[in-house]
């Protein structure tokens, strides 16, 4: 009888500490998350939709950028206005070959968002195009090289160009 008392002891303390092993592992086991930056592009009210779809030469377009930052620390982001075309969109891995015509810089502290509206200007050196892509890239900080990093996140947005008669003044 003792030996059987010896076994269902040994069961039980087995039983005991594995259980005990998985609750303090379910317990204290990091939450595993990726860390990301999103980028938004919204309307002049800074909501979805609605978006302005005709544009002139010379013309600003007012227009609100989300930008929200999922890492463990404070986030030094640019938002690089581009404007090209549907062969020029950038990818997930390169950022399109068109140069910046205006640069936007934010801080995003650690698990925020932040909206801001912004000023686009209309700079076109061919008025001959009948439609543009407005090109809003995400770069971000790098601390440890010292420079700019493309994210590969981007968002674009189709425009007509109007175009306005030259008059010849005599």
């Excluded at 990301?36 to 600003?60: H, M």
């Excluded at 205006?102 to 700079?123: A, D, H, Q, R």
Aim: one cysteine or more.
């Amino acid at each position: 009888m003792n030996l059987l008392d010896e076994e269902v002891f040994a069961v039980i303390m087995a039983v005991t500490i594995i259980g005990s092993t998985l609750g303090i592992a379910l317990v204290l086991k990091p939450e595993i998350t990726e860390p990301f930056t999103s980028l938004g592009l919204l309307n002049q009210e800074c909501k979805i939709g609605d978006y302005p779809n005709r544009v002139y030469p010379g013309q600003s377009l007012v227009l609100c950028v989300f930008i929200y930052n999922h890492r463990d620390y404070p986030a030094l982001v640019q938002v690089r206005y581009k404007i090209g075309d549907k062969t020029t969109l950038p990818t997930n891995t390169t950022p399109s070959p068109h140069y910046a015509i205006k640069i936007y810089e934010f801080l995003v502290g650690v698990g925020e968002n932040i909206t801001e509206k912004i000023s686009v200007p209309i700079l076109l050196s061919d008025t001959n195009v009948d439609e543009v892509a407005l090109i809003f890239e995400l770069w971000i900080y790098d601390v440890n090289s010292n420079e700019w990093i493309y994210t590969g996140i981007w968002n674009h947005l189709y425009v007509n160009v109007i175009k306005v008669p030259y008059l010849e003044v005599k």
